[in-house]
């Protein structure tokens, strides 16, 4: 069954550093999501992608956050300078079409852990 | 904000069927009900939707009252691994079509 693939698992960052967690989608799909949780929250949405322009971006997503296709697979988010308060796991989703009943599938997630 | 209402905890013994209610009462004539569970920090897993007619699949059922108000997500034979927190959402038709989460519910499957 096709899924959601995400790397880094887990990464440790100092404080300040730049971060670059990386998904690839569904191969046939064409919107793209990041939603994080922090520890013992609620899944919050970050961004929605599609056609090489942000969607929707919620509050969360500041300008230290930015998302990129670099190329046909690949789905990045990047944070620029991190802060404690990033520290969280991070889903990459995706779904092969925008209306309400196209199922959008999420990755295993990527912890990022900021020290 | 999550359009959805869900009891935070329910327990449910192996073996049994465990019913997951979730209220949706300002709904809109064309959202999709979704289900979805998180197992410990696990991505969510997509289990079921539906728009208004009942639902099953391997997984689960998926029953939606007439008025579509409310829903209820059936697990036919519950085992130890069904135990996880169920998010019952709302699919938002605007752009994007995001997900919002919810608390969820927290289904304790005990032997």
């Known amino acids: 069954e096709p899924e959601v693939t995400q790397t880094p698992s887990h990464q440790v960052t100092q404080m300040g550093q730049e971060v670059i967690l990386r998904c690839v989608p569904i191969s046939n799909h064409l919107y793209f999501y990041w939603y994080r949780q922090i520890l013992g929250q609620k899944v919050e949405f970050l961004v929605s992608?599609?056609?090489?322009?942000?969607?929707?971006k919620s509050e969360i997503f500041d300008d230290q956050f930015s998302v990129e296709r670099p190329d046909g697979s690949n789905f990045t988010l990047k944070i620029r300078s991190t802060k404690l308060e990033d520290s969280a796991m991070y889903f990459c989703?995706?779904?092969?079409?925008?209306?309400?009943?196209?199922?959008?599938?999420f990755g295993e997630g990527s912890w990022l852990t900021v020290v | 904000d999550a359009k959805t209402t869900q009891p935070p905890s329910m327990d449910c013994a192996e073996g049994r069927a465990a019913n997951l209610p979730c209220n949706h009462s300002?709904?809109?004539?064309?959202?999709?009900v979704y289900w979805y569970r998180q197992i410990h920090s696990q991505g969510p897993q997509y289990i079921i939707h539906?728009?208004?007619n009942n639902e099953t699949n391997e997984m689960a059922s998926l029953i939606i009252t007439e008025d579509r108000k409310s829903s209820t997500l059936i697990l036919p034979h519950a085992t130890l691994r069904d135990t996880a927190v169920y998010y019952c959402?709302?699919?938002?038709?605007?752009?994007?079509?995001?997900?919002?989460f919810g608390q969820g519910t927290e289904l304790s499957v005990k032997p």
């Open positions: 959402i709302v699919r938002d038709q605007n752009q994007g079509g995001k997900l919002i």
């Open positions: 992608f599609y056609n090489n322009e942000i969607s929707e």
């Open positions: 989703a995706s779904s092969e079409r925008f209306s309400s009943g196209n199922t959008i599938y």
């Open positions: 539906g728009l208004k």
């Open positions: 300002t709904i809109s004539g064309n959202e999709y």
